[in-house]
């Protein structure tokens, strides 16, 4: 059996968003998701950025365009919310490019607005 990448960190971060959506449920906007996910994320001490600009390269030359992802965790973990009634495959491009852009090893892409449970995805880099 393989080792799941941050495990013990992914465990916190699933409690932080199962939380969240036992709280809210489905049918709120992406940006509510996010205010309730920064303030359980202090509530659990768990560092994270949101939405913080990342620079992005090419061929050793920094680019002017950026990405934002919604959160980076304990600068480690990845993760994009959404709050649509399904993930698309768009919606996984982009967090596939994230990680490709950035080295992480791992990122989460979250929908709270699927029901009647939250979708989680992984994605290893």
Not at 8 to 18: A, C, E, N, P, Q
Not at 69 to 79: A, Q, T, Y
């Amino acid at each position: 059996m393989t080792d799941l990448v941050y495990e013990d960190l992914t465990y916190k971060i699933r409690g932080v968003l199962f939380e969240v959506y036992k709280e809210k449920g489905c049918g709120f906007l992406e940006g509510v998701y996010q205010e309730c996910l920064e303030i359980e994320f202090e509530l659990q001490n768990l560092e994270f950025k949101a939405q913080q600009p990342v620079k992005l390269s090419y061929k050793g030359r920094n680019l002017r365009q950026t990405f934002v992802p919604d959160f980076i965790i304990c600068d480690k973990v990845i993760m994009e919310i959404k709050a649509t009634k399904d993930i698309t495959a768009e919606y996984r491009a982009q967090v596939q490019n994230y990680l490709k852009a950035t080295g992480y090893k791992l990122a989460l892409l979250v929908n709270f607005g699927h029901y009647p449970q939250l979708q989680i995805e992984r994605f290893v880099n």
